[in-house]
């Protein structure tokens, strides 16, 4: 280990607990990007721990939350973005949380709470990284960084392309850190080359003005029954999606990508455990469960139809709606998926199912040879103390990133932080490890002060 | 007109007031057997309002609401059982409604209140009857009178059968007048003959132990998509039940049952305007709307799955659940066809849905030759100044009359009541029209009057 990154170590280590409270201060706000919840406050919380460091700091009013941007130059002309959002996903169902979601807890060598892994405790990670860099630079920063901290990730992130776009000068940068690092069921950190893209939108129907007595359900037209009969058609029973021309754009997995999926670690138990499954989807398993990430979803979020409360209410629902969302692969469009599902509803006799779109993304895909690619690889083996895991060329999720690579210039997009699979992102126990926590801030200080060299 | 008959209409003229306050306290009192709101106080509501005319009443316990049962002696050694229920229909959504659902107001001469038609208006016309002819027989009944008043009809009646079975001796009767009375959009009163049977009932998914994000939907089980696919089997496309035996017992309408349809009044227009309906089920229409009755159904009364705020949630739900109910005709079985439900879902590969049933009505059909049903015909016709409309061969809902006819003897089971088609039953701005209640009342008093006679 060289000087610099002993220097780094010692002020993560002796700092630890500092860089928790803060964490946790952090998530004691909460900030939900669907409701509105806390939201605007965590943005001003955001924007004061980016300025107590000196950086400069700009918060973009969009037509949803605000953009917090702060910049900081350093000895490199080189400068590396930061990408993190301080929205966090609605905590419920309530009940199934051990500690209350917005009331940080410490158990077991972990912090619980709300966004705590998705995606909070990792923009504390990169302050504390940020810290440490300094520390072994004599308080200066060896490359330029900018920071982008959204507060819409979680649905979707509908205002972020365009704000990069009219904001290309302020956030040029020779490469970026996006959020979502962290190490493998085995402890191993690893990359994610490349993210779905994603459409989320509701389907609403509505069949008359109000609610009918269910004795009249022989003549009476159900929204529900009308809205179950507009999805059934959406998928077959082999989860092929049937949007005529849906699948036109969709580019099957490379050699390189089977070849990188071939060298994964199997997950499959895993899952099986973690969330209780007898049967995947289609009946996959082994290999199946990775290579199908090339495979666009049709996933519904939830339906809302008619008499929710306890016991029965004998009604003939007058309206229905469904959350969807699809996720899309290279190289599928998510506009033009989005006029192909209003056509094919239409052809399908719906079109009086109403569509609104609650945001979209598209999918991308990074080379693992870029040098930035490289680094992060070299330093995960370095402070982790085993090789990282080979490249995951296509995540099941989606990012923002493809907002910022693409008119940035190309520029590469690597991930490093503090996930690991029992984190429980988006669901309840949401957590991090401690030790996570540390291993991240060391990898993100070692990325700092390479990349001015690259 | 008869001295009596005059006697008790000055005497419901003079008191109509007083009655229309009786009914408000009655309607300010929440009564929701679904969930439990405010039931018990109602039922205590009822055996008093009961008591101060002197009846001996008994409150039932039951694994659910408790049943109130009120006798009284007559002149005549026969005897008319009232059927009526305290409990109503849970009043959301809230926001529809002009003046809260428990803040009984009078507008406009009409009375708006939850449950005010279904069924406590229709209860003390009842009360105002018996006073009447109290008065016009010198404080003596001219028959014996039982009321029953359970508390859970709008739960689909779980205890009443078993109850009359167990108390037959406390409940002869030589005939009964049931809830549901009133007249039709010309304001002609008439009667219904038999009603269709129901059984209501829940359907659970759970595919995985917790909900999971959506980035995985490409092998994560949806328990959404599975219970769409499960209703999705249960139903054709044109309204044809496809669990194998459903229809089996299905009797058709007779010519005497279409000759009575035939004579109806067409309700197209009404249903087109009050529920805004573009188009009916199956682009139903004129006749076909009335003989389509006959036919069971399957009708989605809610559906709960996923994330229902506001915004999205990329989430795959891990559980999903589905109300539905089913209304039965002549001479289908809801225990049968329970069982069929349950033998239908394991043959589509659902083994895995839990079915709950909340509740089971039988179907039944009376004759319109029995001497009751003439009787109230013609009292109908004096009290309305208008010849009724033709008996309607079977009605759309479900009653637990069932229940108590069969075990007393068969004995005849008639309608006379306070309704009319705006009432907006199970819907918001639930109401009654005052005119209505006071025919309703000199109706019910010409029954008991003559009741003693038949």
Chains 1, 2 share one sequence.
Request: aromatic share 8%; glycine share 10%; charged share 20%.
């Amino acid at each position: 280990m060289n000087e610099q990154n002993a220097v780094i170590d010692r002020f993560l280590s002796d700092h630890l607990d500092d860089y928790i409270q803060e964490t946790m201060r952090l998530c004691a706000q909460p900030s939900v990007s669907a409701s509105g919840q806390g939201v605007r406050q965590c943005s001003q919380l955001v924007a004061e721990m980016l300025s107590r460091r000196g950086l400069e700091v700009q918060s973009f009013e969009t037509p949803g939350h605000p953009i917090i941007v702060a910049r900081a130059g350093g000895a490199s002309p080189r400068r590396l973005l930061f990408y993190n959002h301080y929205d966090v996903q609605p905590a419920e169902p309530l009940e199934l949380w051990t500690s209350p979601p917005f009331e940080p807890e410490i158990r077991d060598g972990k912090v619980y709470a709300r966004g705590v892994a998705d995606d909070k405790g990792e923009f504390v990670a990169r302050l504390a990284a940020l810290d440490a860099v300094r520390a072994a630079h004599g308080g200066e920063l060896p490359c330029g960084v900018t920071f982008v901290v959204e507060g819409e990730e979680e649905v979707s992130s509908p205002h972020i392309a365009p704000f990069v776009l009219e904001h290309l000068d302020l956030l040029a940068a020779d490469g970026s850190l996006w959020e979502g690092g962290g190490v493998d069921p085995d402890d191993r950190p690893g990359q994610v080359l490349g993210f779905r893209g994603i459409i989320a939108c509701e389907l609403f129907v509505e069949t008359m003005s109000r609610d009918a007595h269910s004795g009249g359900a022989h003549i009476l037209p159900s929204a529900a029954w009308r809205l179950l009969r507009a999805l059934a058609g959406l998928k077959d029973e082999n989860e092929r999606i049937l949007i005529p021309g849906f699948y036109d754009r969709v580019l099957p997995p490379s050699q390189a990508d089977l070849d990188l999926i071939a060298q994964q670690p199997d997950f499959e138990d895993h899952y099986r455990k973690t969330f209780g499954i007898r049967q995947f989807v289609s009946n996959r398993s082994g290999q199946e469960l990775l290579t199908s990430v090339f495979e666009p979803t049709c996933n519904i979020q939830g339906i809302t139809t008619g008499w929710q409360g306890p016991g029965t209410k004998t009604i003939v629902p007058a309206q229905a709606s469904a959350k969807l969302d699809f996720r899309l692969v290279p190289d599928q469009n998510p506009e033009e998926i989005l006029e192909l599902l209003r056509a094919h509803l239409d052809a399908q006799g719906f079109d009086d199912v109403r569509i609104k779109a609650h945001g979209m993304m598209w999918p991308f895909k990074a080379s693992e040879d870029d040098p930035l690619v490289r680094l992060t690889h070299s330093t995960a083996e370095e402070v982790y103390g085993m090789a990282p895991k080979p490249p995951v060329p296509l995540g099941g999720g989606s990012s923002p990133a493809y907002a910022f690579s693409g008119p940035l210039g190309n520029i590469p997009v690597v991930h490093a932080g503090v996930g690991y699979p029992h984190a429980n992102g988006h669901a309840p126990d949401e957590n991090i490890r401690i030790a996570d926590f540390l291993n991240g801030a060391r990898h993100i200080a070692r990325l700092l002060n390479g990349f001015a060299d690259l």
